[in-house]
């Protein structure tokens, strides 16, 4: 055997032992995303049985005969037995049925693909502010603050992130309300009605984990400006912007990414409490209804398609990370 | 050159967005000189269907009033008066409508007598299981039938029950027709009605908001507006955040909604906002379980404790100083409230323990009322929106020597506790009926009363109660005997009448009559009665 023929060998042999390892990480993975959702399934089934009090009262009103809410408990299938319910529950949902609302007999399935949109276009602002004004806030506190620069910014800065990074969004949607809806009247108070209706929820969403967000980049870019490499590009008489973008950010990436995948799960439980503010109509505005109306199919789809949502964020950056640096899949599974 | 391009870029960006976030702030009503009107309503809650022999809502029957009209409906001062009836007879058992001859379906189709029966029919058929039947027609046996050569529609009980039409001015007595006579599955998408408006498709999403245009060869408005004076176009916004609404009003996002008591200050002090007061036909009360064995199946027990506190105080701690005192289970408003002034407590704690004493009882060493060494242990179970004034009459029985358990719930749950278990003695009972009529709470207090949870004996209010509902409806017999069964319940301590909660709405100035809007029940807003400035 040649010398060529002997380095192509072990080329190959690492090629191959590259995709074996990814073809684990990836099964993995998914295997994993995929039994945290049939638990997730099995739970929402278990937790809406939990919520006290009964549907069909609810629905039939506090004048309504026995007889009546009887009648209505059996029409809802809430008589049958727990075996029976939740046979016929996974049965559904592997075929894409949710069932019925019991309040209004609207198909749950059509109810989510109505509001899932709004979820997801106040999930996706939001996590793109938080994003943006993370790496913005975060990378320019790093760089002026480096090397003990700037300390009074450096004391705003961490006061500032701070004090919005613990703030309950209802308080920051309260005050944005306040400011720029009724006192300025210069957005809408509620609503999903255009682009203006977005950017009070999306704000009241993003900004406390686009303020915590930066807090980390900062910490991150400091890391980074301090490595020899930076110098290196330093003494290259590349500009500062350059610098940042180019040979900075991207090794903040590992850390951002996988900041950004807890976000989003935060973001989707966030929105929850917000849609609600707003009269959002999305998932969470309807959860909140459900859960007072005590209607289980909706809660019970609500809960699964939420957690589904984190689990398959999760599951992007898993594989977005494997990609950005694939040291990742090969440690955990070379 | 780039720098100016971006900057020339930008500009327009920023341009725009400005006017497309203006355009998301324009006001709620709006008149652009075309003679177009619209308003937008905050609705508390959703509708759960447009049927409406199955709706169940206050958002439901603000949606149902605007769809269909009803026979009658009542005046400002709680009389019935016509709607799509012009006149009508009525004793116990029957009455007659006379249909008004130019009623309009919204599909273009003729509504006649038979139409009329139909719609009304479904609402009195068991099988349409309407949790407003009894309420309505009470438990007899009911025919309509309707002559479309008179146009009358005639209602047939087989017990008699006077408070039927009563029961017909409630929004879920509204009359469908057409296609929704024919199909009543294609209510909720493309309802067919008799009233004023009809609901657009366009940008309805339920949960959010429904768009309704008014119909303009619509006539007959009960309230003597002119088609005109309705706006042409109303928006409704599930809005399910009090806090939400109020804001709302103020920034004018909203031209009507009601918001939670502690805005009201800030709502009073925003020039173009007007404070109206619509009545309620409920009323908070404590129900006291009295099956055998329960230390309030003793009546001088039930009566004790109704002296161990200050009803006045109460009713102001409870109602958060806006609530009045209720006669019975009924509020003020509702016809024959009343006849109980001289039976309700007067917070003597003295006569409280005399009560005690004769039931028994005596006051331990620990200051706890104990009777055979068991001491007076009570459970109250309560829904948490009625919190503050149940902590005031608990704090007041436990001072009186009462071992009072407060079981504080969700609305649900305190219906659950007080109608499957026995795991409570006093219930601080939130008694809101969509309508007033004197028989709506009848099924709590009869002895054989289907809703009967407390386990209620007291014979001598059965039979007021039976005699009172069997009188002729327009007779003064009528109200005396319903005001001797409400002294006879309240007498007896089988209730202990709270107070009546006060709904308030706020209006902008595009409602020209804020102080003459309708409501059966407060809580929703006949949308026939408002009449658009401008």
Known sequence: MTATGAVRQIEHAVGRTRVRSWVRYLTVRVGASLLMLVVLTFVAFLIVRLIPGDP??????????????????????????????LTDYFGGVLQGDFGTSLRTGQSVAELVAQRLPFT???????????????????????????????????????????A??????????????????????????????????????????????????????????????????????????????????????????TAILTLAGLLFAYLIGGVVVVENLFAWPGLGSTLVSAVVNRDYPVIQALILVMGALIVVGNLIVDIALGIIDPRIALQQHG | MIAKRFRGVASVAIAGLVIAVAAGCAPAADDSGSGETSLTIALADDYNTLD????????????????????????????????????????????????RDDITCSDGSEVTATQVAASLSRLADPETASPHRNRTFGT???????????????????????????????????????????????????????????????????????TLERRDEYTGNPYGLSTDQLASTITYRVITDPGTTTNELLSGGIDLGAPLPSDYPALEAAPELTKNELSVNGSIFLYFRQADGAPLADANVRKAITETFDLGEAVAVGS???????????????????????????????????????????????????????????????????????????????AFGIDLVIDQRTFGETLDTMAATSNWDIGVFPYGPPIGTPSSALGYFLSAG???????????FDALATQAISAPPESDERCDLWEQAQASAVGNAD?????????FWFSGSSIANPSDLRSPSGYSIDPASIAVAG
């Open chain 1, 164 to 253: 919005v990074g613990v703030v309950p969004e209802i308080a920051i949607g309260a005050v944005l309300v306040s400011l720029l809806a009724v006192e300025l009247q210069f957005l809408p108070a509620s609503g999903s009605s255009g682009f203006a209706a977005l950017i009070l929820p999306a704000l009241t969403v993003g900004l406390r984990p686009g303020f915590n967000l930066a807090r980390v980049v900062r910490v991150e870019m400091l890391e980074i400006l301090a490595q020899p490499f930076i110098q290196t590009a330093h003494s290259k008489r590349l500009t500062q912007t350059r610098i940042a973008i180019v040979h900075a950010l991207p090794n903040t990436m």
């Open chain 1, 56 to 85: 069909a009262r609810l629905i039939a009103g506090p004048d309504a005969t026995p007889e009546l809410v009887a009648s209505i408990r059996a029409r809802l299938g809430l008589d049958a037995p727990f075996s029976q319910q």
């Open chain 2, 450 to 460: 289907a809703t009967n949870w407390a386990g209620v004996n007291n014979a001598e």
């Open chain 2, 140 to 210: 007899g046996d009911v025919t309509v039938t309707g002559d479309d050569a008179t146009g009358t529609v005639t209602v047939q009980n087989s017990l008699p029950f006077n408070d039927m039409i009563l029961g017909l001015t409630a929004p879920w007595a509204g009359i469908t027709c057409g296609a929704g006579n024919s199909d009543p599955s294609t209510l909720d998408d493309a309802p067919t009605g008799t009233g004023p408006y009809t609901l657009s498709a366009d940008g309805a999403m339920q949960g959010s908001q429904y």
């Open chain 1, 120 to 162: 997801l276009q106040l999930t996706i602002a939001a996590l793109v502010l938080a994003v943006c004004l993370g790496l913005a806030l975060g990378i320019t506190a790093a760089y002026l603050t480096r090397d003990g620069g700037h300390p009074t910014f450096e004391r705003a800065f961490v006061l500032t992130t701070g």
């Open chain 2, 320 to 398: 958060g100083g806006t609530g009045v005192q209720g006669p019975s289970w009924l509020a003020p408003t509702v016809q024959c409230a009343g006849g109980t002034e001289s039976v309700l407590p007067t917070g003597d704690t003295t006569r409280a323990e005399q009560l005690l004493t004769d039931a028994g009882y005596a006051r331990g060493a620990d200051g706890i009322w104990a009777k055979g060494g068991a001491p007076l242990t009570l459970t109250l179970v309560v829904a948490e929106e009625e919190g503050q004034g149940a902590e005031f009459i608990a704090s007041e029985m436990t």
């Open chain 2, 495 to 503: 209730l202990l009448p709270l107070w009546t909660p006060a709904a």
């Open chain 2, 52 to 99: 409406p022999a199955l709706a169940s809502t206050a958002a439901g029957y603000s949606l149902l009033m605007s769809l269909y009209d009803r026979l009658v409906v009542l005046d400002a001062d709680g009389q019935i008066a016509p709607s799509l009836a012009s006149e009508w007879e009525a004793t116990p058992e029957v009455i007659t409508f006379t249909l």
